[in-house]
């Protein structure tokens, strides 16, 4: 099982960009699902995170700007950043807890991290 994210670049402050982490292999279902990011020199931070019934949690430092969402059909997450600002440069990681056979509880699996960055 494993997480591929995609949608990073870089963009003017103000601008938006939309991120979209996909999982692939033998799943049964998955749990959370969330975006975190590291900027350099700094520890890895949640971003956002939305459960299997689309319960939605963010960083203070997001809300209002970032919606996540989810395609459960897909078993995609997606982070629609809009307003960004220079502090939001990082490298982004999609995360999931994910349901596997004949395994007991959940799996946590992290995709790669894309890097966003955002500057004039």
């Known amino acids: 099982v494993q997480l591929q994210a995609s949608g990073g670049g870089v963009v003017q402050p103000g601008g938006s960009l939309r991120l979209s982490c996909a999982a692939s292999?033998?799943?049964?279902?998955?749990?959370?699902m969330g975006w975190y990011r590291q900027a350099p020199g700094k520890e890895r931070e949640m971003v956002a995170v939305?459960?299997?019934?689309?319960?939605?949690n963010y960083a203070d430092s997001v809300k209002g700007r970032f919606t996540i969402s989810r395609d459960n059909a897909k078993d995609t997450v997606y982070l629609q950043m809009a307003s960004l600002k220079p502090e939001d440069t990082a490298v982004y990681y999609c995360?999931?807890?994910?349901?596997?056979?004949?395994?007991?509880?959940?799996?946590?699996?992290w995709g790669r991290g894309t890097q966003v960055t955002v500057s004039s």
């Open positions: 292999g033998n799943i049964v279902s998955i749990n959370d």
């Open positions: 939305i459960t299997s019934g689309g319960s939605t």
């Open positions: 995360n999931a807890w994910i349901s596997v056979p004949l395994v007991g509880p959940p799996v946590n699996r």
